[in-house]
């Protein structure tokens, strides 16, 4: 059965930094690139990150490209993202996803940007 399963998200001030985790299992992780999305209240789904397959090249869009860097450790069969410089418009649920021919999503985990 295919998992994802995000953690690391909480409470942080404006300004603040936070790593999040995606742990997969149930496919070859190695074999695919992997995306972050964040969903905030009330909004639709907002990509956030991309990543190759083997970390080699990453992508992001150009409001977020100065302050998140994603990256994937394939031995851990693990995703992460790193968001630096917060803003209270970061506060959402972030959901780490294939986008591709793995079609499950994890929970996902809260983020709250808040003093």
């Known amino acids: 059965e295919v998992q994802l399963v995000e953690s690391g998200g909480v409470l942080v001030q404006p300004g603040g930094s936070l790593r999040l985790s995606c742990t997969a299992s149930g496919f070859t992780f190695a074999g695919h690139a992997m995306n972050w999305v964040r969903q905030a209240p009330g909004k639709g789904l907002e990509w956030v990150s991309g990543?190759?397959?083997?970390?080699?090249?990453?992508s992001y869009p150009e409001s977020m490209k100065d302050r998140f860097t994603v990256s994937r450790d394939n031995t851990k069969n693990t995703l992460y993202l790193q968001m630096n410089s917060l803003k209270s418009e970061d506060t959402a649920v972030y959901y780490c996803a294939d986008l591709g021919s793995i079609r499950d999503w994890g929970q996902g985990t809260q983020v709250t940007v808040s003093s």
């Open positions: 990543i190759r397959w083997d970390g080699g090249g990453t």
